[in-house]
């Protein structure tokens, strides 16, 4: 199955069968975080969802590869299609293929490090990534291994924020994670999905605009 493909057949029943469903009831908006400084810049072809291969080159990605599935709703739990979801990260090493990056990490020619892909019919979403590296953001702090997330949808408030790994024991210490409420901070961990050791839940929840 070519990588662009993934919407068809069966294969999205069986990667979204264990989400939550969100198609009923108010639901609370995902919580906004900082953009950072490494949104991308450099021109880059290939962003489909795959980030472990870049189109043209043999090798793969470093680091453990992981899938992320979810869904992008409204506040109202209506699915919404069509939603653009734009992901970027810094790699195994720590490290964003960016010209402001100052971490002297080695980057990593196989790592895509950005995707950009439309939700689908029900809201849903699947990236096919690696675990991002933590990383020395200034003395004495250690950003967690984190997700970059922007979603954009006409007639919806564009969101920000960022995604975390469970368990990760830098998420208790991190500035940016923890200026939120508890509550919230909950809502950016991401979900191990049942059965499947290497797949991740987010969902997304816009306001309309």
């Given amino acids: 199955m070519k990588r662009r493909k993934f919407f068809t057949g069966g294969l999205v029943a069986g990667a979204f069968a264990g989400l939550p469903d969100v198609s009923a009831g108010e639901l609370q908006r995902t919580p906004a975080q900082t953009e950072g400084p490494f949104y991308p810049v450099m021109a880059l072809k290939d962003k489909d969802f795959d980030l ?4 043209g080159q043999e090798g793969t990605a470093l680091g453990r590869i992981i899938t992320i599935i979810g869904k992008v709703s409204d506040t109202d739990g209506n699915a919404i299609e069509g939603a653009t979801v734009d992901l ?7 490290r964003y293929r960016h010209p402001h990056e100052s971490n002297t990490a080695p980057l ?3 790592f895509q490090g950005w995707a950009v892909v439309p939700s689908g019919k029900s809201g849903e979403f699947r990236f096919k990534t690696i675990v991002p590296g933590a990383y020395p ?3 004495g702090w250690f950003r967690p291994p984190h997700i ?8 919806y408030l564009e969101l920000t924020t960022q995604m975390y790994f469970p368990g990760e024991k830098w998420n208790d210490t991190d ?5 939120l409420p508890e ?5 950016l961990i991401a979900n191990l999905v049942d059965g499947q050791v290497d797949t991740y839940s987010f969902n997304m929840v816009l306001e309309k605009a």
């Fill in 108 to 110: 990593d020619p196989n």
């Fill in 175 to 179: 500035r940016i994670l923890q200026r």
């Fill in 148 to 155: 970059h997330f922007k979603v954009t949808k006409l007639g």
């Fill in 52 to 55: 472990t291969r870049i189109e």
């Fill in 183 to 187: 509550t919230e901070r909950a809502l």
């Fill in 137 to 139: 953001a200034s003395k």
């Fill in 88 to 94: 970027w990260q810094a790699n195994a090493a720590g």
